[in-house]
């Protein structure tokens, strides 16, 4: 024990100098050293000549200015901790607290502002609606439209008369407390969802065309947006972007700007009768609630998105729907759109679920299922994407499950009659694509070609058809086709987009010679006029290294 007592001596002692010695060493810096600092001046500065002199002075200003910061901070420091403490209540508890009020306070007059506006419009702006005053904010239920404005709410006859001549652009909110449920007192937590029900309530759907064929369909598109929309698109262009679709959920558009990527869905949806739905993507997108709002716990609302409407619709309506990402990689696509990542490549398509809030309220949307909504089978993910440097780099998690399609130039105009849109049901869509597969299967040649191109780039560059490549590929070239593609054409892109690309991700400079040898072997294998989208792009790779 005594051995122990005197280890632990000589360790605590050494501690104890070492402090003593640091802040002995502290007081000299900047107190008791100054002595020694103004000699070292005294001697020096007779010697110096003037630029030498004015530095000197700086330099002693410099080293006295720092002591007397440090004094001062320390002293405001002690002041304002004293000025806190006076009162023997711990006040930054309660700023902090006067600040969340508030932004209560904000939002509540936001929320009471918005309850005056509608009434305003529902009523025509005939009657004055009384001032609320501070009662808005001290009642802990949400106000409804008849405490608000001191009136009863119609009900009939008279309230179907008010709602007709209300402008639903204007008052959303109070079509939805309307019409939305049997219950007219009913606040919706998702007044957007709502109005998706009261406008199918009595949707009378247009009559599809289920006898058109796929190369009908993608002509039929070229001449609408040619003769309706002034866009010209080549055909190469439209069977990649349809193939695409039946190869995927989600379609990446690529390109220089302003060769049509947004455009492009746009007007192949007004081709279909159902406008895209367009998000602009901000560089502030961090995470899923960016696209599909959140609740709000101090309102008791949801703040529904565009984006959310139209997942939302999707639902209700038989034609496709697009729902377009514009500029997509301006934030990392891999945080605010993974969840809808994951759902996709669930295999069930009943299992294509969102969970937006964990529990169902009375005047929650038909369509949606204990604060669940179903992602339908009838929606497409459109993203467009430019690659500079205000842009994020597409992951290969991203590619893998995505289709993408280069626009890198523009289509010649051409000159054609009014051509109408065409009214096709997702159903049917789906049924041409499966047809298809059945009518156009990938040749046993040209996939035993296929299989030796795997062998030649698991050997020499370590790269594989995953699973999922392969499953694109027997979606995406049947469809290819039945469009007025060939199979070598539609294999050639897929070679090229989805795995030859995986080179971007390489160190090239050290297999430089070997695409060299890759570029032999495809011309070997499938002949020197096939494949030339794959043998452009190892060009081009190749040319960066």
């Given at each position: ?239 990649r972007f349809v193939a695409g679709m039946a190869a995927s959920k989600l379609l990446i558009l690529e390109g220089i700007s302003g060769t049509g990527k947004t455009s492009l869905p746009y007007s192949f949806s007004r081709y279909m009768d159902n406008p895209a739905t367009i998000i602009s993507v901000q560089p ?237 072997y495809i011309d070997k294998t499938f002949g020197e006029d096939g494949m030339p989208d794959s043998k452009e792009y190892l060009r081009r790779i190749q040319?960066?290294?």
């Amino acid at each position: 024990m005594s051995e122990f007592l005197k280890f632990a001596y000589e360790v605590l002692s050494q501690v104890v100098y070492n402090l003593v010695t640091w802040v002995a060493a502290f007081i000299r810096l900047f107190i008791t050293g100054w002595v020694q600092y103004f000699l070292i001046f005294k001697t020096y500065f007779p010697t110096l000549n003037i630029l030498a002199k004015i530095l000197s002075v700086l330099l002693m200003l410099l080293l006295l200015a720092i002591p007397i910061v440090i004094i001062i901070l320390l002293i405001r420091r002690m002041i304002l901790h004293h000025q806190l403490k006076a009162d023997n209540t711990d006040n930054a508890t309660l700023y902090r607290e006067i600040g969340r009020l508030n932004k209560q306070v904000l939002d509540l007059m936001e929320e009471k502002n918005s309850i005056l506006a509608l009434k305003v419009n529902a009523m025509g702006g005939v009657e004055r609606i009384p001032y609320m005053g501070a009662s808005a904010l001290t009642e802990d239920t949400i106000p409804s439209l008849e405490n608000v404005t001191g009136n009863e709410i119609p009900s009939g006859r008279a309230m179907e008369a008010m709602v007709e001549n209300t402008d639903p652009n204007k008052a959303p909110l109070v079509r939805a407390v309307i019409e939305g449920k049997e219950d007219t007192n009913v606040a919706h937590r998702f007044p957007k969802l709502s109005l998706v029900d009261v406008k199918y309530k009595d949707f009378q759907p247009p009559q599809y065309d289920n006898e058109i064929s796929l190369q009908e369909f993608t002509e039929g598109y070229r001449m609408f947006a040619a003769s309706q929309m002034g866009l010209y698109y080549t055909p190469e262009i439209v069977r990649r972007f349809v193939a695409g679709m039946a190869a995927s959920k989600l379609l990446i558009l690529e390109g220089i700007s302003g060769t049509g990527k947004t455009s492009l869905p746009y007007s192949f949806s007004r081709y279909m009768d159902n406008p895209a739905t367009i998000i602009s993507v901000q560089p502030s997108f961090r995470d899923r609630s960016e696209l599909l709002g959140y609740f709000n716990e101090f309102s008791k609302k949801f703040n529904e998105t565009e984006f959310l409407r139209a997942l939302y619709e999707a639902n209700y309506n038989q034609t496709p729907t697009l729902i377009v990402l514009d500029e997509m990689n301006l934030a990392r696509i891999e945080y605010y759109f993974a969840e809808m990542l994951s759902v996709l490549e669930m295999p069930s398509k009943d299992e294509w679920i969102l969970d937006l809030v964990p529990t169902a309220w009375k005047g929650d949307p038909y369509k949606m299922d204990n604060g669940k909504i179903h992602v339908a089978d009838s929606t497409w993910f459109i993203g467009t994407a430019n690659n500079d440097d205000s842009t994020f780099t597409i992951t290969d998690k991203v590619y893998d499950r995505a289709m993408p399609i280069e626009l890198n130039e523009r289509a010649d105009e051409f000159e054609c009659e009014m051509y109408p849109s065409c009214d096709v049901t997702a159903e049917h869509l789906e049924y041409m694509f499966q047809k298809a597969k059945e009518d156009y299967p990938i040749s046993e040649e040209l996939m035993e070609k296929m299989q030796k191109l795997d062998s030649y780039l698991i050997t020499r560059f370590k790269l594989a058809f995953g699973n999922r490549i392969m499953k694109q590929l027997y979606d995406f070239i049947p469809v290819y086709v039945a469009c007025g593609g060939t199979e070598l054409g539609g294999m050639d892109y897929i070679i090229a987009r989805k795995v030859l690309k995986k080179f971007e991700s390489m160190n090239v400079s050290f297999v430089r010679d070997e695409i060299t040898g890759l570029i032999s072997y495809i011309d070997k294998t499938f002949g020197e006029d096939g494949m030339p989208d794959s043998k452009e792009y190892l060009r081009r790779i190749q040319n960066l290294y």
